[in-house]
């Protein structure tokens, strides 16, 4: 059964790819080489994640180190055949990739109505800047993407695109600073790594974030934790396929909703609000059952919450999201719908563009329209504060 014309789907999860003048018509004059720009590769060249860039590629440049994640995976519209892990040139991307107003065009042949972006260079949670030479160029770096995102790819259909920011975490203060500076500017959301100890900093246990987390409950902004965003990616050995890791991946999601449960970050921040990005919904009502009888059993002599159960704070703080999971829809009686979301993933791999509502509509066809109306449109709009 289709969707009901009015269900305006709200995806939680896409991404941009940014276009080559984001940071050159943004940073200082005196930062413009080192800062990120877009170069045509000469020759056959090794990048900063040892992936292997070819002549006639366009790959970015940073600080004299290059990233080739340019159009990595951009892979909308094209047949699974003629799929690569190689950068595209943005002429050999769908231009929606990269102009919001050909995103919109690209939204409406799918039956998309608002999209919520993750950033691409920068990696989803921000971290590549992270490791930056030059931290003050870093911080101009991370507030240039949000300026852009802000200032010209949402503002470019406001009621469509919804305003998502990336944080300085290096630097608790800055990044403090930061959520205010962009929720004055209309922010909505907030990505972050799921984990940020592989990026060599405090633990989710740390009190070291709690001025991060109030910051987000006085704003209302909530935080998104996107796989794969502590560059910490699930695998078995260094010659498995990417197939592996591709399959594995929710289960960073799954390692991060433990890691959020048995820390104190609901437990002194009540209103905190936490989105699990591209982690899927099948493998909640395991973990919470596990983490329920974990805690019943050894809570005493651990220095963890000893009042409320884990699928209690989870189901009062924590918030899902879904592209194809046949077995999480029919798992919702277990897991609820409150929290459950919808997302396309435009223009990644997993994404189901140009039809992504019909293929919505066949995994929801089961439910009730009043759930599904909450999946695909309430509940993102709730959470992130974005009414039609």
Same mark, same amino acid.
């Given at each position: 059964?289709?969707?009901?014309?009015?269900?305006?789907? +709200?995806? %939680? @999860? @896409? !991404?941009?790819?940014? !276009?080559? &003048?984001?940071?050159?018509?943004?940073?200082?004059?005196?930062?413009? #080489?080192?800062?990120?720009?877009?170069?045509? %590769?000469?020759?056959?060249?090794?990048?900063?994640?040892?992936? +292997?860039?070819?002549?006639?590629?366009?790959?970015?440049?940073?600080?004299?180190?290059?990233?080739? /994640?340019? *159009?990595?995976?951009? $892979?909308?519209?094209?047949?699974?055949?003629?799929?690569?892990?190689?950068?595209?040139?943005?002429?050999?991307?769908?231009?929606?990739?990269?102009?919001?107003?050909?995103?919109?065009?690209?939204?409406?042949?799918?039956?998309?109505?608002?999209?919520?972006?993750?950033?691409?260079?920068?990696?989803? *949670?921000?971290?590549?800047?992270?490791?930056?030479?030059?931290?003050?160029?870093?911080?101009?770096? /991370?507030?240039?993407?949000?300026?852009?995102?802000?200032? &010209?790819?949402?503002?470019?259909?406001?009621?469509?695109?919804?305003?998502?920011?990336?944080?300085?975490?290096?630097?608790?203060? &800055?990044?403090?600073? &930061?959520?205010?500076?962009?929720?004055?500017?209309?922010?909505?959301?907030?990505?972050?790594?799921?984990?940020?100890?592989?990026?060599?900093?405090?633990?989710?246990?740390?009190?070291?974030? #709690?001025?991060?987390?109030?910051?987000?409950?006085?704003?209302?902004?909530?935080?998104?934790?996107?796989?794969?965003?502590?560059?910490?990616?699930?695998?078995?050995?260094? #010659?498995?396929?990417?197939?592996?890791?591709?399959?594995?991946?929710?289960?960073?999601?799954?390692?991060?909703?433990? #890691?959020?449960?048995?820390?104190?970050?609901?437990?002194?921040?009540?209103?905190?609000?936490?989105?699990?990005?591209?982690?899927?919904?099948?493998?909640?009502?395991?973990?919470?059952?596990?983490?329920?009888?974990?805690?019943?059993?050894?809570?005493?002599?651990?220095?963890?919450?000893?009042? %409320?159960?884990?699928?209690?704070?989870?189901?009062? !703080? %924590?918030?899902?999201?879904?592209?194809?999971?046949?077995?999480? $829809?029919?798992?919702?009686?277990?897991?609820?719908?409150?929290? $459950?979301?919808?997302?396309?993933?435009?223009?990644?791999?997993?994404?189901?563009?140009? !039809?992504?509502?019909?293929?919505?509509?066949?995994?929801?066809?089961?439910?009730?329209?009043?759930?599904?109306?909450?999946?695909?449109?309430?509940?993102?709009?709730?959470?992130?504060?974005?009414?039609?």
């Amino acid at each position: 059964m289709p969707l009901q014309d009015d269900m305006q789907l +709200v995806s %939680v @999860d @896409d !991404h941009v790819i940014e !276009h080559a &003048e984001v940071w050159t018509d943004r940073l200082p004059a005196k930062y413009r #080489d080192a800062g990120p720009r877009v170069i045509d %590769v000469a020759s056959e060249t090794v990048d900063y994640y040892g992936r +292997v860039a070819v002549e006639g590629q366009q790959i970015w440049s940073y600080e004299g180190r290059l990233y080739s /994640q340019l *159009g990595l995976n951009a $892979v909308a519209g094209t047949p699974p055949e003629q799929w690569a892990q190689d950068p595209l040139r943005f002429e050999n991307m769908r231009p929606g990739c990269y102009d919001p107003s050909e995103r919109v065009k690209d939204m409406d042949m799918d039956g998309v109505h608002a999209s919520l972006c993750f950033p691409n260079l920068p990696r989803f *949670g921000g971290a590549m800047f992270q490791k930056s030479d030059d931290m003050g160029l870093a911080l101009l770096c /991370q507030r240039a993407w949000n300026d852009f995102m802000l200032d &010209e790819w949402c503002a470019a259909a406001p009621s469509r695109l919804i305003p998502l920011a990336v944080t300085p975490f290096w630097d608790i203060e &800055e990044a403090v600073a &930061e959520v205010y500076r962009v929720a004055d500017k209309g922010a909505k959301a907030l990505t972050f790594p799921e984990n940020p100890v592989p990026l060599g900093l405090p633990s989710f246990h740390s009190t070291h974030w #709690d001025p991060l987390w109030s910051a987000l409950e006085e704003t209302g902004m909530p935080l998104c934790l996107h796989f794969g965003s502590s560059g910490q990616n699930p695998t078995t050995g260094p #010659d498995a396929p990417l197939a592996v890791t591709l399959t594995l991946m929710g289960t960073n999601s799954m390692y991060a909703a433990a #890691d959020l449960l048995f820390s104190p970050m609901f437990t002194n921040h009540p209103r905190l609000k936490v989105a699990l990005s591209e982690g899927g919904i099948g493998w909640v009502p395991y973990i919470l059952e596990r983490a329920d009888y974990t805690w019943d059993r050894n809570r005493f002599y651990q220095d963890i919450n000893q009042d %409320v159960r884990p699928s209690e704070l989870f189901r009062e !703080h %924590v918030w899902l999201c879904f592209i194809s999971d046949s077995f999480g $829809v029919k798992s919702l009686d277990s897991i609820g719908t409150e929290r $459950v979301m919808w997302e396309c993933d435009y223009p990644h791999s997993d994404c189901n563009w140009p !039809h992504s509502r019909k293929v919505a509509a066949e995994q929801l066809n089961d439910l009730p329209d009043e759930e599904v109306r909450k999946i695909v449109e309430i509940n993102a709009r709730e959470l992130l504060n974005f009414p039609r």
